[in-house]
């Protein structure tokens, strides 16, 4: 891949590592999750709407569109959106982002059943065998990164839910690459997300109260670095590299998640994170080293251009 396609990668992996330090910072403000992942995702939609408005593009009228828009508002946000925010309160940031960590083996092993360029091969099979170890680890252990208020075990069920649907839905993209506009995409990703949380809150939390100055600093800060910019810069990654080489996106995340939550929330680095942790991020280097290696003997299709 060409340097700016790693740079792209980077920025999107700090956005989405520090947003959950940030969001853990959140819930102590007494936030109430759900809310959050809705205000998050109402402001990101408005962001989002002036880009497109301001580009001269045009959301489409087209159904397929809009259904694929659905697709991805619902698989690559609202669920995973809800679900990760929902493990945090259960977990470290170390910990749910140890397990984010996942979506590039995850999204090999889908994309070999879908995707006829990226099979499941050998050394994915070791990396996936591999993370899967570092997972059992994790959850035997017990440790959550909390202490003894933590629920790893339901806090990696939450996890795990979002980390397949995000794999799911890089794979569905890739799928449609050629037919859709990045910023567009993730627009309609951010406006059909946004009705499908609301509905949420209003249902399990009702309408949220008033925040302190505090929170919505909190708030803007997990939807514009933390989710905005990072989604932008996936999608425009999933243009010009295969969709398990844009999953890597999440590789140095649960890094910068751990490193920033033991610095700004004074989270614990336990051994069975620690182990654990070192498994699951030894896979994911497998599979990276091993698509390497079979890039340069079988030669990838040129990505498009820009």
Known sequence: MHARTWIAIGIAAFGWGTSSPATRAALAAEIPPVGLVAWRTLIGAVILAV????????????????????????????????????????????????????????TAVLAHYVLPGEPLYRGKVVGLSVALGGVAVLLLSGDSGLGAVGRPLLAASLALIGVLAIAFSGVYAKQRHAHYDPLVLTGMQFIVGFVLIFCWMLIVEGMPGAFSAWGWFLILYVTVPGSVVPFLLYYWVLKHATATKASLTAYVVPLIALVSGIVALDEQLELGIAVGGVLILAGVLIIDRNDRRRAQEVPEAAPASG
């Open 51 to 106: 880009l497109i408005g301001a580009t001269g593009r045009r959301y489409p009228r087209e159904r397929a569109a809009w259904s694929m828009g659905a697709v991805m508002g619902f698989a690559n946000l609202a669920l995973p959106f809800v679900t990760l925010v929902l493990a945090l309160q259960f977990a470290s940031s170390g910990f749910v982002g140890l397990l984010i960590a996942l979506v590039p083996l995850v």
